[in-house]
Nanobody, 123 residues
């Protein structure tokens, strides 16, 4: 299973980005998907997750209202729409997949990971 995340970049405070993650080599519709992020010198933290059926999105409390996770099983793709970006959103964003019963918010629950895409927010 391979996950490829892209869509990051250098943006200004208040801008938006849409991150994408394409999954290949497996059965995408059977995976719960999530986005995590890791800032320099920090631990990896949960951002958002979505169940295989797209019926249940989960968000870290601080990202509710600014970030939206979505997926299209026909395209084997999950997206993270990020709005009103702030300095503290600067990080490498990773997509991850798991085959467990629930999506979960802990990195150790996810079996497959992409390489990440850098998001840098500047003034």
């Amino acid at each position: 299973v391979q996950l490829q995340a892209f869509g990051g970049g250098l943006v200004q405070v208040g801008d938006s980005l849409r991150l994408s993650c394409v999954v290949s080599g497996g059965t995408f519709s059977g995976y719960h998907m999530a986005w995590f992020r890791q800032a320099a010198g920090e631990d990896r933290e949960f951002v958002a997750a979505i169940s295989w059926s797209a019926s249940t999105p989960y968000y870290a409390d601080r990202r509710k209202g600014r970030f939206t996770i979505s997926r299209d099983n026909a395209k084997s793709t999950v997206w993270l729409q990020t709005n009103s970006l702030q300095f503290e959103d600067t990080a490498v964003y990773y997509c991850a997949a798991n085959t467990r019963l629930v999506p979960g918010t802990k990195a150790e629950n996810y079996e497959f990971w992409g390489r990440g895409t850098q998001v840098t927010v500047s003034s």
